[in-house]
């Protein structure tokens, strides 16, 4: 009797040919009998994390087999968020280097969800955004403030200022020896 086994494989892996893989007791089974097997694992989508079957036939018996694709794993990193402030009506960044302290490796960018759809940059005032990485969330602060302009109007004349008649002092140039 064949005894399948399990299997599972990182996403994007290729699958092993070796019909001995597959088999629990493949050390119990005769040459002759190994030879004769045939694995299907055609329904096993390499490029797509989930659970499929295969198949081991022998002559017109099938025997059924659970094969796991599984998420590649992610490294493991801290993320620190930057609290930012930004002047009203100022687009807001894409890139995910805007809103983490740090340096980080592609492959952690590449896998980190911005959510800013809280932050309105047409109101002043604070809004949280949040930043999705390997199923953990972190959340950060924007303020978003209006721009203040600063007329200054002299209230008379004499609040002008107006250069001094004062004596510029006398410099004495200095012999280098």
């Known amino acids: 009797e064949l005894k399948l086994k399990d299997m599972d494989l990182e996403i994007n892996n290729p699958l092993s040919l070796n019909i001995n893989d597959y088999l629990e007791n493949a050390n119990e089974i005769e040459p002759s009998i190994l030879k004769a097997l045939k694995l299907d694992t055609s329904t096993v989508n390499i490029n797509q994390a989930g659970s ?51 340096e980080l490796t592609d492959e952690v960018k590449n896998n980190i969800i911005i959510n800013l759809k809280d932050v309105n940059t047409t109101q002043p005032g604070e809004y949280q955004y949040t930043v999705t990485y390997d199923n953990k969330l972190y959340t950060g602060k924007i303020w978003i403030y209006e721009k203040q302009t600063t007329i200054i109007t002299p209230n008379s004349p004499d609040e002008i200022p107006t250069p001094s008649n004062s004596p510029v002092p006398e410099v004495t140039p200095v012999n280098e020896t």
């Open 52 to 102: 499929y079957n295969y198949i081991i036939q022998y002559k017109k018996k099938k025997y059924n087999g659970v094969f796991v694709i599984k998420p590649k794993e992610l490294p493991k990193v801290e993320i620190t968020l930057k609290n930012l402030s930004l002047e009203k009506g100022s687009a807001l960044s894409t890139n995910v280097s805007t809103y983490i302290s740090g």
